[in-house]
Nanobody, 125 residues
Framework: VQLQASGGGLVQAGGSLRLSCAASGLTFSRSATAWFRQAPGKEREFVAAIERTSSRPYYADSVKGRVTVSRDSAKNTVYLQMDSLKPEDTAVYYC???????????????????WGQGTQVTVSS
């Protein structure tokens, strides 16, 4: 299984970015999928997830209203649309997937077995 994250870059505050995560060897529609991020000197934190069975999205409070997670089953790709970006959104963003992730673990790193390599998002003020 490989997860390939892309779409990061440098953007001004208030701008938008769309991150993509493509999978090989795993079907996203049969997996819980998530985005996490890690800022310099900080621990990795949950951003957003899509539940495996219901496809319901979940968001961290820090990004709710500014971020949309979605899945394209035909392309086997998960997206993270980020709007109204703030400097504090600067981080390396990771996509993750788990075939057996339960709802209560959607926001936990331990809930995911497969991880992408990360893509850097830098928001300038």
């Amino acid at each position: 299984v490989q997860l390939q994250a892309s779409g990061g870059g440098l953007v001004q505050a208030g701008g938008s970015l769309r991150l993509s995560c493509a999978a090989s060897g795993l079907t996203f529609s049969r997996s819980a999928t998530a985005w996490f991020r890690q800022a310099p000197g900080k621990e990795r934190e949950f951003v957003a997830a899509i539940e495996r069975t219901s496809s319901r999205p979940y968001y961290a409070d820090s990004v709710k209203g500014r971020v949309t997670v979605s899945r394209d089953s035909a392309k086997n790709t998960v997206y993270l649309q980020m709007d109204s970006l703030k400097p504090e959104d600067t981080a390396v963003y990771y996509c993750a997937a788990g075939r057996n992730t339960i709802t209560s673990n959607l926001g936990q790193e331990a809930g995911y077995y497969y991880w992408g390599q990360g893509t850097q998002v830098t928001v300038s003020s």
